[in-house]
């Protein structure tokens, strides 16, 4: 399935990448549970070295739907505030992950599961309250720009779950490798 362009679209392709992702999760070995993550040095992206651990990639998850969540709450409240809390742009954003990443390595995985596990429920909930057209209309709401709002939780939801299950497959295979 392409990326989504309609409501029933979003929160469907949200659900089953969701599920997909818990379900990786589930069949993750003692091992690999314990196998601090580590990636080689051809992968460029700087979360390749960030997280070291499936909490790291949780709680990056849950900061993300934390960010959507006060936007869009913000906003419709008549705060007027960007995306991305200042002083934070889409040029220094690895900064802002980076400060999630140090803020939550007391963070338990039992608690990152549980964080996300109630802010996924409330992104879709919020998904939910939006009709198809103010979703997915470019100029519905000024304080999205030149986006459409659902593309925001397409980032936020599916993509991002789609990016965790890689990462997870990709230490899956190097705790394979290591053991051979």
Not at 40 to 67: F, G
Not at 103 to 131: G, I, P
Request: net charge negative.
């Amino acid at each position: 399935m392409g990326r989504p362009t309609s409501k029933t679209d979003l929160l469907s392709a949200a659900a089953a990448s969701y599920e997909e992702m818990n379900q990786f999760i589930a069949s993750m070995t003692e091992q690999e549970l314990a196998t601090p993550f580590t990636f080689d040095d051809k992968k460029k992206e700087a979360h390749w070295k960030r997280d070291k651990n499936l909490r790291d990639v949780l709680i990056h998850l849950y900061e993300w739907h934390q960010l959507l969540l006060n936007w869009i709450t913000a906003n419709q409240n008549g705060e007027e505030q960007p995306f991305l809390p200042k002083p934070y742009t889409w040029r220094t954003y690895g900064t802002m992950n980076e400060f999630f990443w140090k803020k939550h390595q007391n963070t338990t995985l039992e608690e990152a599961k549980e964080m996300l596990t109630e802010s996924h429920e409330k992104v879709m909930d919020l998904a939910e309250s939006f009709t198809n057209e103010e979703l997915f209309s470019k100029g519905v709401y000024k304080w999205v720009g030149t986006s459409a709002l659902g593309s925001y939780f397409v980032s936020n939801m599916s993509s991002h779950y789609n990016w965790a299950i890689k990462k997870l497959k990709a230490h899956r295979k190097n705790c394979k490798a290591e053991e051979n």
